[in-house]
């Protein structure tokens, strides 16, 4: 009988460290995820590669660009897919905002190439990425830069038009379905 209880208790000290061992696992695992989501890391803002420096400034100035002008264009209806490559709709409808009073003229002009633009954009994005909103900030950047290198090539030979006129987009429209 003593070398049954002998063999149980050489048993429990094995088990005892195996049993340690998992919980110092659990802890470093638990660890590391809030270490993670306190970075951001789960979030859908972009995570930014550089911190500031002190020499950076962390809110930029507002900068006075003049009289401001609106300029919509609305309910444009789009394909895309998902991730799984299912079909869905999307509408959109956004103004620019632009500091150059020919604005309407110009779009009516360029109209046509305008719109061409985004759909290239949008179309290059899946639906998972267009509703998150680092997905959508990504969108609007890009469509400033594309647009405002077709009008500047629009307005090219007239110096009276400012280049790179618009100065933000606003999405007055952003449904997917």
Known sequence: MEEEVEGKNSK???MMILIGLIIILILAMGGIGYFMYSKGLFSDKPVNQTAPTSEQNTIAPKQDYGE?????IDSLVLN??????RAKLMK???T???N?????????????EMVDSVIRQVSARSSEELLTVGGKAMLK?????????????AADGDDDIVKNMIIDIFFTSFVIK
């Open 100 to 112: 150059e009073s020919t604005i309407e003229s110009l779009i009516e002009a360029n109209k046509a």
């Open 68 to 72: 401001i002008y609106l300029s919509p």
């Open 12 to 14: 429990n000290p094995m």
């Open 96 to 98: 620019l905002k632009t």
């Open 141 to 153: 950047e890009e469509m400033i830069d594309e647009l405002n290198n077709i009008l500047n090539d």
């Open 92 to 94: 959109l409808s956004f």
């Open 80 to 85: 895309i897919t998902d991730a799984k490559g």
